[in-house]
């Protein structure tokens, strides 16, 4: 990106714009919701369409001058449809959050009942947590994994549902780290008489990428972000079948937003064509082999991993065993270049803001091109790093050995 051009104007928000690409190069991404989306993604989203207003869809919008949005607009539902194996899709949620919240509102009244994975169990705020909008004004009941084996209890999912009837169960997670059966969902929501939403905003690339199943047939209605493993830009998305087409478009505009990002939709474009290529199919097995790698060595330094180990593309580490909080571990991986984020773990006896355990995940390592060897040698560093949080020096070391591996595998830039 030429920042001269920003520099120019405003030197303050250059340097620190600076400093945060040089950051994103130097250190090792580990949060598994984080990637780097590709120079022309990027591009794509700074672009012209930043500057134009599209209320409506294609076709049907309040201001002139939609020719090119239209088409826009158009191609990117194209794509989306083609990718997911989708009946209807709607690119135009500005992230995860608004794209679950339009769900809602387009299928649900307030005060119907929900079903869905807690958060301390691995499920996102927006699927009916206390503190959120989807937790008061919907009934919010929600299931979890087992103690014994940290997958679905899916005799719980069953009990509740037949017990509170919910109008929507909702599968799909932000710190799960085990496929998905949307197959056993489905049966449990036929059952019920329920809809089925699958929130793959983690796992979309991978489903686009063949690493994980799809959610389609079984699901009704699917969102998803498109920065995760998507690797788009940020936003949103929703996919489902035609019956419900018309009811979710009207939920997000007008029911929920104004204006779509049009430029987020070109990036998005630009993203679906990228994850087309047989190259994104390499990619989205590459990024669960690593992951698989990764876990394999944390197991063999002594690494407790919630379930055991992963199918996708995020470990889930429990740290009580290595008598470190989560909190703690994350901030001194963070001084040696390592950076991911403190995690609950089911059954966490600690507080979600200092809690058992750290997130990782392999989209962002593996967009770089490190592979096998370098998740072996990153279990090494974590492993030394997390036996003595307080060894400011170690921390120092590994993280000048962290930037001279981050220089041979340089981060896409713009
Ligand atoms: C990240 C995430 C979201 C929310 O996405 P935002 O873009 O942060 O609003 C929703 N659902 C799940 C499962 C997620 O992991």
């Known amino acids: 990106m030429d920042l001269q051009l920003i520099r120019d104007v405003d030197p303050e928000v250059a340097a620190l714009m600076a400093l945060e690409a040089t950051r994103q190069q130097d250190t090792l991404r580990l949060i598994p919701s ?10 794509a989203t700074a672009g012209a369409f930043a500057n134009k207003y599209s209320e409506g869809y294609p076709g049907r919008r309040y201001y002139q001058g939609q020719a090119h949005v239209d ?18 899709a709607n690119v135009q949620p500005y992230s995860g959050s608004p794209a679950n919240l339009a769900v809602y509102f387009g299928l649900l009244s307030a005060g ?30 929600q299931y979890g994994v087992r103690r014994d084996t940290g997958r679905i209890d899916f005799d719980q999912v069953a009990e509740l549902a037949r017990e509170h009837r919910p109008k929507l169960i909702i599968c799909g997670a932000s710190a799960y780290p085990r ?33 994980h199943p799809s959610p389609f047939p079984h699901a009704d209605v699917v969102t998803t972000t498109t920065h995760k493993t998507l690797r788009g830009p940020r936003g949103g998305m929703i996919l489902s079948k035609a019956e419900h087409a018309k009811a979710l478009d009207r939920a997000v505009f007008p029911g929920l937003q104004g204006g779509p990002h049009e430029n987020a939709i070109a990036g998005l474009a630009v993203a679906l064509a990228e994850a087309a290529q047989p190259a ?5 097995a590459e990024v669960v082999h690593n992951a698989q790698v990764l876990g394999a060595s944390l197991l063999s330094h002594g690494f407790d991993l919630v379930s055991g180990g992963t199918d ?6 429990d740290l009580t065993s290595k008598q470190v909080s989560g909190k703690i571990a994350a901030q001194a991986l963070e001084r040696a270049g390592i950076v991911c984020n403190a995690n609950s773990v089911p059954f966490d006896p600690r507080k979600p803001f200092d809690p058992s355990g750290i997130r990782i995940g392999t989209p962002a390592l593996t967009t770089r091109g490190m592979g096998p060897a370098e998740m072996r040698q990153l279990a090494d560093w974590m492993s030394a790093v997390v036996a003595a949080p307080d ?7 590994i993280a000048a050995e962290v930037k001279g591996l ?6 896409p830039s713009y």
């Open 280 to 284: 994104f199919k390499t990619y989205a």
């Open 312 to 317: 996708n593309h995020l470990l889930l580490i």
């Open 391 to 397: 060894d400011h020096g170690l921390q120092a070391g």
């Open 112 to 141: 119907d009942t929900i079903l869905s994975m807690s958060l301390p169990h691995g499920g996102h705020l927006t699927h009916g947590w206390k503190v959120t909008i989807s937790g008061k004004f919907y009934n919010a009941v």
């Open 34 to 43: 984080e990637n780097y989306a590709s120079a022309a993604v990027l591009a």
């Open 71 to 88: 088409a826009l607009e158009t191609l990117t539902l194209n794509r989306a449809k083609s990718v997911f194996g989708a009946e209807h």
């Open 406 to 411: 981050a220089a041979r595998y340089p981060a």
């Open 179 to 211: 496929l998905i059966d949307f197959e056993r969902f489905r049966a449990i929501a036929d059952e019920v008489g329920a809809l089925l939403l699958a929130d793959i905003a983690h796992i979309s690339g991978l489903v686009a990428g063949g690493a």
